[in-house]
């Protein structure tokens, strides 16, 4: 009897500490009301995503995702709203919003673990973003074992995550990137600009890595079997990467489309977030006619996680078919 009270009293006191630190997923339900979503996501852990491309293991992690309203002022500012959410109903998506998700991507080589963009780092964490870091945890990873940063372009959903706390969140890497990229924002011409809050947060999170950066243009190489290609438009230096090992072949898009249906389908359609319209378009077909000709497999940082995938040329633009088992045999 005395064994079992005192059970009983060391179980409920067991529960009564472990309440407070665990937020389960019913109370976080409870507490937020009907819009749940991205609260529930939450309570999971990260979603990651692995498969391997010849010898190189490849690594997605959501970083998160963010739902929005009006999607043709963002896809197709040059559309009427009709013509946009025509095509979105054509593809069983909603009119009337949409979900933009953040992947970045570790490749280890065997001999380098190279991080592709960092995700929206702390500034997200209120939003449920910002969880690249908690993912590669996931995955067996730390920030201590990344030995190279890739930044694809300088758009804080890219760079967000390179300081934590005040400190560069991957303590041993190097870091590569454009050229044309890191000149255009790290320019003080840029101060009374639209690129001026860019420019700041280049400031803020590139460039104190400046002296540990490597920087390249078309054709340059990140470790052996990783190349840079020119991809401009989105951004001033936007950069692509084409992965190669043992045969297999993956492209990282990073933001050449940002949009699965919208972007691929139309890919002239104009982009809120394109810097040079007119030049990101020509980029966006011209990757997608090679990807589309030569059957190459892409990870685009926007495209539905685990957003890799391939395309398929039809009329206006391109039909996105996600990955199944292609990579596992
Ligand atoms: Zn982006």
Same mark, same amino acid.
């Given at each position: 009897?005395?064994?079992?009270?005192?059970?009983?009293?060391?179980?409920?006191?067991?529960?009564?500490?472990?309440?407070?630190?665990?937020?389960?997923?019913?109370?976080?339900?409870?507490?937020?009301?009907?819009?749940?979503?991205?609260?529930?996501?939450?309570?999971?852990?990260?979603?990651?995503?692995?498969?391997?491309?010849? %010898?190189?293991?490849?690594?997605?992690?959501?970083?998160?995702?963010?739902?929005?309203?009006?999607?043709?002022?963002?896809?197709?500012?040059?559309?009427?709203?009709?013509?946009?959410?025509?095509? @979105?109903?054509?593809?069983? @998506?909603?009119?009337?919003?949409?979900?933009?998700?953040?992947?970045?991507? @570790?490749?280890?080589?065997?001999?380098?673990?190279?991080?592709?963009?960092?995700?929206?780092?702390?500034?997200?964490?209120?939003?449920?973003?910002?969880?690249?870091?908690?993912?590669?945890?996931?995955?067996?990873?730390?920030?201590?074992?990344?030995?190279?940063?890739?930044?694809?372009?300088?758009?804080?959903?890219?760079?967000?995550?390179?300081?934590?706390?005040?400190?560069?969140?991957?303590?041993?890497?190097?870091?590569?990137?454009?050229?044309?990229?890191?000149?255009?924002?790290?320019?003080?011409?840029?101060?009374?600009?639209?690129?001026?809050?860019?420019?700041?947060?280049?400031?803020?999170?590139?460039?104190?890595?400046?002296?540990?950066?490597?920087?390249?243009?078309?054709?340059?190489?990140?470790?052996?079997?990783?190349?840079?290609?020119?991809?401009?438009?989105?951004?001033?230096?936007?950069?692509?990467?084409?992965?190669?090992?043992?045969?297999?072949?993956?492209?990282?898009?990073?933001?050449?489309?940002?949009?699965?249906?919208?972007?691929?389908?139309?890919?002239?359609?104009?982009?809120?977030?394109?810097?040079?319209?007119?030049?990101?378009?020509?980029?966006?077909? %011209?990757?997608?006619?090679?990807?589309?000709?030569?059957?190459?497999?892409? @990870?685009?940082?926007?495209?539905?996680?685990?957003?890799?995938?391939?395309?398929? %040329?039809?009329?206006?633009?391109?039909?996105?078919?996600? %990955?199944?088992?292609?990579?596992?045999?």
């Amino acid at each position: 009897m005395v064994t079992m009270k005192r059970r009983m009293l060391l179980g409920s006191a067991g529960v009564a500490l472990a309440a407070p630190m665990i937020m389960t997923r019913a109370a976080i339900a409870q507490q937020s009301g009907a819009d749940t979503s991205m609260n529930i996501d939450r309570a999971m852990p990260p979603e990651t995503h692995r498969f391997n491309v010849g %010898k190189f293991e490849v690594v997605v992690v959501k970083d998160g995702s963010r739902p929005s309203g009006n999607p043709q002022e963002t896809f197709g500012t040059n559309q009427s709203v009709e013509t946009v959410g025509a095509l @979105l109903e054509a593809n069983f @998506l909603p009119a009337d919003s949409f979900v933009n998700s953040f992947a970045p991507v @570790l490749v280890n080589t065997g001999s380098d673990v190279v991080l592709f963009d960092t995700g929206l780092g702390e500034g997200g964490r209120a939003n449920g973003l910002g969880r690249l870091v908690e993912g590669l945890t996931a995955a067996g990873y730390t920030r201590e074992d990344v030995t190279t940063v890739v930044l694809t372009h300088m758009h804080g959903d890219h760079i967000g995550g390179l300081m934590e706390g005040g400190q560069p969140a991957f303590p041993n890497a190097r870091y590569v990137t454009g050229q044309a990229e890191y000149d255009f924002w790290a320019d003080p011409a840029r101060v009374g600009t639209p690129a001026e809050n860019g420019h700041k947060g280049v400031l803020a999170n590139v460039a104190p890595m400046a002296e540990k950066m490597t920087f390249i243009g078309d054709g340059g190489e990140v470790v052996s079997g990783i190349t840079g290609m020119a991809a401009f438009g989105h951004s001033p230096g936007h950069m692509i990467y084409r992965l190669e090992s043992e045969g297999r072949q993956l492209v990282l898009t990073a933001d050449t489309a940002n949009h699965f249906v919208l972007s691929l389908q139309r890919p002239d359609w104009e982009v809120r977030f394109d810097m040079d319209k007119a030049a990101a378009a020509a980029t966006r077909s %011209k990757v997608f006619d090679m990807l589309a000709t030569d059957k190459l497999a892409f @990870l685009g940082y926007h495209m539905p996680f685990p957003a890799v995938g391939f395309v398929e %040329k039809v009329d206006q633009g391109y039909r996105y078919v996600p %990955k199944a088992y292609q990579f596992d045999i």
